[in-house]
T-cell receptor, first 107, second 112 residues
Framework: RKEVEQDPGPFNVPEGATVAFNCTYSNSASQSFFWYRQDCRKEPKLLMSVYSSGNEDGRFTAQLNRASQYISLLIRDSKLSDSATYLCVVNDYKLSFGAGTTVTVRA | EAGVTQFPSHSVIEKGQTVTLRCDPISGHDNLYWYRRVMGKEIKFLLHFVKESKQDESGMPNNRFLAERTGGTYSTLKVQPAELEDSGVYFC??????????FGPGTRLTVL
C-alpha cells in the first residue's frame, strides 16, 4: 500500500468554480501534513500546512480527518493561476508525497 | 536570499556512465534532503543529512548511489554506474531545524 494516495484527477474547472480533492495516508501515527503545489517542470513549493481543526489560507481550505486518515484541499473562486499539480504530503520528518492531483482552471 | 540551487539542471548520459549531481542548500540550513521522482511516480525520499552526517539513508535505492556532504555545506549525489531506471528528476531540499523544507529546481537525469 502506498504511503500517500491521491486522486490524480485531472480536475478541469472554469474560473470562479470551487474544486475539492483529497488524499489518504497509511501511517496512523503521522502528525504533520502539508499541501504542496508543483507547476510543470518546477520544484514543489509549500502551499499550506494542514491542522487538525482545519485551516484556511485565503481561497484555500485544508481539512484533516485523523480517524479516517484523510486530508482534503478545497479551492474557492478558482483563478487561472491555480492551475498546477497539488501534492499531498505527510511529514514524518522525511516527506512522503502523493502522486499529485492535477487541476486545470480554464477561462 | 538565494534559494536551494542544483547543478546541472539536465544531464543525459549513457547506461554504465557516472553522473554527479550537486546541491547547494540555503545558507545556514543544517538539514539537507535528496528526493527523486521517476516518470509517472510520486516523489520519493532518498536520504537526509544533518550537517555532514547521514541521518537517514533508508530511501537510497542501492549501492550504486553515493551521497556526500563534506563540511556540512553542499552535497553531491553520485550514481555509478547509471542504469536506465535511474532516469528521473532529482530534487534537493534544505531546512533549518524543525522548519519548512525548501526545494531546489531539480536535476533532470536521463540515462540512455
Amino acid at each position: 500500500r502506498k504511503e500517500v494516495e491521491q486522486d490524480p484527477g485531472p480536475f478541469n474547472v472554469p474560473e470562479g468554480a470551487t474544486v475539492a480533492f483529497n488524499c489518504t495516508y497509511s501511517n496512523s501515527a503521522s502528525q504533520s501534513f502539508f499541501w504542496y503545489r508543483q507547476d510543470c517542470r518546477k520544484e514543489p513549493k509549500l502551499l499550506m500546512s494542514v491542522y487538525s481543526s482545519g485551516n484556511e489560507d485565503g481561497r484555500f481550505t485544508a481539512q484533516l480527518n485523523r480517524a479516517s486518515q484523510y486530508i482534503s484541499l478545497l479551492i474557492r473562486d478558482s483563478k487561472l493561476s491555480d492551475s498546477a499539480t497539488y501534492l499531498c504530503v505527510v511529514n514524518d520528518y522525511k516527506l512522503s508525497f502523493g502522486a499529485g492531483t492535477t487541476v486545470t482552471v480554464r477561462a | 536570499e538565494a534559494g536551494v540551487t542544483q547543478f546541472p539542471s539536465h544531464s543525459v548520459i549513457e547506461k554504465g556512465q557516472t553522473v554527479t549531481l550537486r546541491c547547494d542548500p540555503i545558507s545556514g540550513h543544517d538539514n539537507l534532503y535528496w528526493y527523486r521522482r521517476v516518470m509517472g511516480k510520486e516523489i520519493k525520499f532518498l536520504l537526509h543529512f544533518v550537517k555532514e552526517s547521514k541521518q537517514d539513508e533508508s530511501g537510497m535505492p542501492n549501492n550504486r548511489f553515493l551521497a556526500e556532504r563534506t563540511g556540512g555545506t553542499y552535497s553531491t549525489l553520485k550514481v555509478q554506474p547509471a542504469e536506465l531506471e535511474d532516469s528521473g528528476v532529482y530534487f534537493c531540499a534544505s531546512s533549518p531545524q524543525g522548519g519548512e523544507q525548501f526545494f531546489g529546481p531539480g536535476t533532470r537525469l536521463t540515462v540512455l
